[in-house]
């Protein structure tokens, strides 16, 4: 037995505990890798922070809290606060706890979704080794590492169609930070593809929860803040200013939420987007999946309210990294090695552009120090080459690839789903 099978094996024979291994050990690397160029690491940054910082001063004074909508992404803070450390240690332990799990519960997701062993551990290395993750570990202030562990534990419930857990995970998601709510739409679709019109009172229904969490906080912290206007205003002006800067910076900063798991994902669209329209009997996962591509449109609507784009688009993780990995399931031998000579065309731009363009573009926008961006762009190149080996290891057999673990509906069709 070569090295190689004997650790798929043991991986596979373990799988909770090798999951949650190479998840806190790839969310180690990151922040190590950053808390070499950043310093320092551990710091209150100018932007969201001081917001975040000064609810979990007191998260249930409702005297003593900043603007919307930060007022009402309590639950970060809230943890923070509750733990015996100083607030700043706090928000540490929370987040990299959050993603570290939010990297064992994604890769159960990608499992339940028929992948087997090794391509749903690349997907949690691709969740990891990206530039929304490295942010967050350079900026650990924040409510994103919980944000995505909500994102992960959300799509999970929807797609194993579990109305009461994903309403109330729904409904925690509310008053972690208002994006869980994406996950909503793509339920709604799901259960209408699944079960035909009847189905959309799933979603509704999921849906009550959440409005009662979300008009609860409004009513204890107050709906002073913010008008809508405003806030719009400021997003569309910063990124105006992006565009001043250069016609590049904004087109960058999309490109770097997935990188090439863009056109993987694009691949996927084209080929199963058109059948699941036509047909109710396709597999569930093609639908879930496909329900997904159909409203990650709706991400690309953020930066109208939010200076950064790479974060607010990377919320979109539970469907492009799957979707990412059945695109390399479709690509020949032949585009295999042309989409891995892309890919690393890709990454050596990536590490030219921290080294070289960055520099001359640092500090324009956002309170992000040079080290800081270099770092996600040096990321980011590093999750170009999980894509190269992912892309490489794709055409082999994958352990324990099998159906949806949960049974399809007697209307669907009961075809292999990897």
Not at 40 to 66: C, H, N, S
Not at 232 to 257: C, H, N
């Amino acid at each position: 037995m070569s090295s190689r099978q004997s650790v798929a094996n043991v991986w596979r024979d373990h799988e909770l505990p090798a999951a949650i291994l190479a998840s806190a050990t790839l969310v180690g690397l990151v922040v190590a890798g950053a808390s070499l160029l950043v310093d320092p690491l551990l710091v209150v940054r100018p932007g969201d922070a001081p917001k975040y910082f000064q609810i979990a001063r007191a998260p249930f004074d409702a005297t003593d809290v900043p603007s919307a909508p930060f007022r009402y992404r309590v639950v970060t803070p809230t943890l923070a606060w509750l733990l015996p450390t100083s607030r700043l240690t706090g928000f540490a332990v929370v987040n990299l706890s959050a993603l570290t799990a939010a990297g064992v519960v994604g890769y159960a997701y990608l499992r339940d979704l028929g992948f087997g062993v090794r391509r749903a551990a690349f997907g949690l290395a691709l969740f990891v080794v990206s530039p929304a993750v490295a942010y967050l570990s350079t900026n650990l202030v924040l409510v994103d590492g919980v944000t995505m562990f909500m994102l992960a534990c959300v799509f999970w419930a929807a797609y194993r169609d579990r109305l009461l857990v994903f309403a109330l995970l729904l409904a925690l998601g509310v008053a972690t930070k208002e994006s869980v709510l994406f996950a909503l739409p793509i339920y709604g679709l799901y259960c209408l593809q699944r079960r035909g019109v009847r189905g959309v009172v799933r979603p509704i229904a999921a849906a009550i929860p959440a409005g009662v969490m979300y008009l609860g906080l409004r009513v204890f912290y107050g709906f002073s803040g913010d008008t809508l206007g405003a806030i719009v205003a400021r997003g569309v002006g910063a990124q105006l200013d992006k565009f001043a800067m250069s016609v590049f910076y904004i087109p960058y900063e999309v490109y770097s939420a997935f990188g090439t798991l863009w056109v993987l994902a694009a691949l996927v669209r084209g080929r199963h987007a058109p059948k699941v329209v036509r047909e109710r009997s396709v597999d569930r996962r093609t639908a879930f999946l496909a329900a997904g591509i159909a409203v990650v449109p709706l991400a690309f609507l953020q930066p109208l309210i939010a200076r950064n784009i790479t974060r607010v688009l990377f919320i979109a993780f539970p469907v492009v990294i799957p979707t990412a990995l059945l695109g390399i399931e479709s690509l020949s031998r032949r585009l295999r090695l042309a989409f891995c000579g892309f890919a690393a065309l890709a990454g050596l731009a990536g590490i030219a552009g921290a080294l070289v363009v960055l520099p001359s573009l640092a500090g324009s926008v956002e309170s992000v120090s040079l080290p800081a961006i270099q770092y996600l762009a040096l990321v980011g190149a590093a999750n170009e080459l999980v894509v190269i080996l992912a892309v490489l290891a794709g055409g082999s057999a994958d352990t324990g690839a099998g159906e949806p673990s949960a049974p399809p509906l007697r209307t669907e069709s009961r075809s292999r789903a990897d």
